[in-house]
């Protein structure tokens, strides 16, 4: 297919702006102020797992509260991403992100104040909402501020900010917790976004192409806000409905059902959604497939380091956080490394080689044992984040680089869903991959060790602890018959934990060869000089 796609030539001629006069809609200041919201949401995307124990003692709550109160959070904000940066391409970029702000610290506010866990859900849908609306804005403002030679680095900074954030989540999660309440964990967001709020009202400038749409395509959004319910709660509910179930297949075939009304819809309407010919890009449609496969990878893969590290080397959150600072670090240093590379030879080499990377650190980690010291785990975790660091900064910037900056907010948003559907997906998978194995290894290995016969219900309970590294050690068991249990449990856990590590770096594989169809966003190079450094 040619390069010169539909997509790249819609971008207009964007004029060159006077010389800016004082601090609004500076690029670099711009990245600081948007940062700062970001920040706010990646951190709490981990953080609140840390604070869900203390709020189901402290509230009362079931274990079905407590897990809405994640479900609720990751429902709204898949299922709102896209719509919201349509909304930022509307009305511009700057107020979307504002409002976005203002509403995500007032619901973790009103989170904290909450004295029934009911209170906490409905808030935490409300800030996946006003979350949607800050993240595709973010990007949409760094796409228009910056010139083509910078937004590399500019987007390498972004990921950056993400990453750290992400992996911080537990560490700050955890000090909040012990050492405050688990109502900090919600307040901090409060004295946070009156920051980001100031510098956003200071320092943002809104940008708006002439062709900006002018009007919304309602049946869309219904649709699409459908086919991404349909998807991701199935993928949610799998390990409780089971995957052969008609529940989890019946929502499976309606997102699918959605999703080709809605492909049909926007071939119909005027001003679509979602322009079908974004994806007549070849870069763009591989971006987006790219950054679903690194989401399946990553975020798959490190939620069973968790299990990992807390519940087989026993250590505490903070401990296990800390264990992590390698993948964190690696993801701050190499993020604006990152946005450097691609800058000068673009970002196929830097993704097809952050890739293999990637699956070769989902190789070592499938060789993880209950023996493994820190040394080791270490350099896992470093290679991991060496590696999706390119691939943070470079699939964002094909994706919205190659859409017309007057849909930037749909690019991000498209950039975002992706990253949530893919983590959906690998997390579900791979907890289904998980939980297979552990079924049919768990009844041998107990027989082995010698250890008393289990009713089908009990052995059924047991998989399910086992699955996430627990030992299912009754009360009153003797020391020696519970210590036999504990080895049982986690050598069965490793050896789950081992196969979907290496389904990821299958994944991780197949993400490299896809990267090879990427390239410059070429409608950032149309739009070299909205902004002056």
């Known amino acids: 297919m040619s390069s010169q796609t539909p997509v790249a030539q819609s971008a207009p001629e964007l004029p060159v702006p006077e010389p800016r006069k004082g601090l609004r809609g500076h690029p670099w200041l711009t990245l600081f102020s948007v ?19 203390a709020i189901k003692q402290d509230l009362n709550a079931s274990l079905a509260d407590v897990q809405w109160i994640t479900n609720g959070y990751m429902l709204a904000l898949a299922i709102a991403l896209i719509t919201a940066g349509k909304l930022g391409d509307r009305f511009g970029h700057r107020q979307t992100f504002l409002i976005g702000i203002v509403g995500f610290a007032a619901a ?61 989540g537990p560490i700050v999660g955890g000090l909040l917790v012990e050492h405050v309440s688990w109502q900090s964990v919600f307040f901090i967001n409060v ?57 989890t297949w019946g929502f499976l075939i309606g997102s699918v059902v959605l999703f080709a009304l809605f492909a049909l819809l926007e071939t119909k309407v005027r001003e679509p959604l979602i322009p079908l010919r974004m994806f007549r890009s070849v870069p763009l449609t591989a971006g987006t497939v790219l950054m679903v496969l690194m989401a399946f990878a990553f975020m798959g893969g490190l939620f069973f380091v968790t299990f990992y590290l807390q519940n087989v080397h026993g250590m505490s959150p903070v401990d296990s956080g800390l264990h992590l600072l390698p ?15 691609i800058t000068k030879f673009g970002p196929r080499i830097p993704l097809v080689g952050g890739m293999v990377l990637t699956a070769v650190a989902m190789y070592g980690m499938s060789g993880l044992d209950t023996e493994t010291g820190t040394v080791l785990m270490s350099i896992w975790f470093a290679l991991l984040g060496l590696g999706l660091a390119p691939v943070m900064v470079g699939a964002t910037e094909v994706i919205v680089g190659n859409a017309p900056l007057e849909l930037s907010g749909v690019a991000g948003g498209l950039q975002q869903a992706a990253m949530q559907v893919g983590g959906s997906l690998g997390t579900a998978v791979l907890g289904a991959v998980m939980a297979s194995r552990v079924e049919n290894d768990l009844p041998g290995n107990w027989k082995d060790a010698g250890l008393p ?64 169809f990427t390239k410059r966003g070429e409608n950032a190079e149309a739009g070299a000089g909205v902004g002056h450094i």
């Open 191 to 247: 004295p946070v976004g009156v920051l980001a709020l100031v510098l956003g009202l200071v320092i943002l400038k809104d940008h708006r192409a002439a062709n900006a749409p002018r009007s919304f395509d309602i049946p869309g959004i219904v649709l699409l806000s459908g086919a991404m319910f349909c998807l991701i709660w199935p993928l949610i509910k799998a390990s409780e409905w089971g995957w052969g179930s008609m529940q």
């Open 453 to 516: 016969a289990v009713d089908p219900k009990q052995l059924s309970q047991a998989s399910d602890a086992v699955s996430a590294g627990f030992a299912p050690v009754p009360p009153n068991t003797p020391p020696v018959i519970g210590q036999k249990i504990v080895a049982v449990a986690h050598d069965t856990f490793i050896s789950g934990m081992g196969l979907a590590f290496a389904v990821a770096c299958g994944v991780a594989v197949v993400a490299a060869v896809v990267a090879l």
């Open 35 to 53: 940062a700062i919201g970001v920040m706010m949401v990646a951190l709490d995307g981990t953080i609140v797992a840390i604070a869900n124990p």
């Open 108 to 168: 973790s506010g009103a989170i904290g104040f909450s004295k029934e866990v009911t209170f906490v859900v409905v808030f935490r849908v409300l800030q996946g909402l006003f979350g949607a609306l800050l993240m595709p804005a973010a990007l949409g403002l760094l796409r228009a501020t910056f010139p083509a030679e910078k937004l590399n680095m500019a987007i390498g900074i972004w990921g950056m900010v993400i990453g750290a954030s992400t992996a911080g």
């Open 327 to 341: 993948l964190t670090g690696m993801m701050i240093v190499g993020s604006p490394l990152a946005g450097a590379l």
